[in-house]
């Protein structure tokens, strides 16, 4: 594998680029995923406007509101890293309302906000219709492996060094869940796009040789 240094403007456009060329009468599931440290939601952000300069309307999607009721997701403490890891997101939920109705032959109506965590109370977002060229994008962290139905997977990947690093104080304790990410999952191994953000000013994409 090579890594090619590139800047977050040329990531983007590089991005946008490999989305709207795909089917362009279709939708498009793509999933950003990264640790909070690895800023995963600002490519996704970054991708929206480019995206629609390239006639794709784009919707943004935030897994911290698919999160679980607290009385599930904190059954075993506010700092478990195993919960973390495989209780934390409301996955059925984020496939019921955002995925399948995203599919090229789902129904295209989706619901971009399921829970409130705030009120720990259901957010009760309105349907909203996609256009039928939509790409919606999923950002949050361990958002491969487990069968979501991504058409297009996107992985920010960073060292161990670099993630405690980067990782808040007070979110330390999902460090061990992120190690048993990158050593049961090994997303890096399968993304559709891998990219290094070890220093997030200077991204680089690991690219195949040849």
């Known amino acids: 594998m090579r890594v090619v240094p590139v800047s977050f403007a040329v990531l983007v456009e590089d991005l946008a680029d490999r989305l709207a060329s795909r089917e362009s009468d279709t ?36 897994t911290r509101d698919f999160l679980r009721p607290a009385s599930v997701r904190l059954e075993f403490g506010r700092t478990n890293p195993d919960s973390f890891y495989a209780g934390w997101f409301d996955e059925a939920g984020l496939i019921r309302e955002v995925l399948d109705p995203a599919a090229p032959d789902g129904s295209g109506r989706i619901v971009t906000r399921l829970w ?10 309105p349907y909203r219709s996609l256009p039928a060229n939509a790409i919606v994008l999923v950002s949050g962290p361990l958002l491969l492996g487990a069968g979501l139905p991504f058409d297009v997977t996107v992985h920010l990947e960073l060292s161990a060094a670099a993630l405690a690093r980067r990782t808040a104080p007070e979110d330390r304790w999902t460090l061990p869940a992120f190690a048993r990410y990158v050593g049961e999952v090994a997303p890096q191994t399968f993304a559709d796009v891998v990219v290094r953000v070890d220093d997030p000013r200077h991204p680089a994409l690991v690219v195949a040789p040849g």
Request: net charge positive; hydrophobic share 45%; charged share 35%.
């Open 27 to 62: 939708r498009v599931r793509v999933a950003v995923d990264g640790a909070d440290a690895a800023a995963p939601d600002r490519l996704a952000d970054a991708l929206i406007d480019p995206l629609r300069v390239r006639g794709r309307p784009a919707v943004r999607i935030d």
């Open 116 to 125: 409130n965590p705030v009120t720990d109370r259901a957010a009760r977002e």
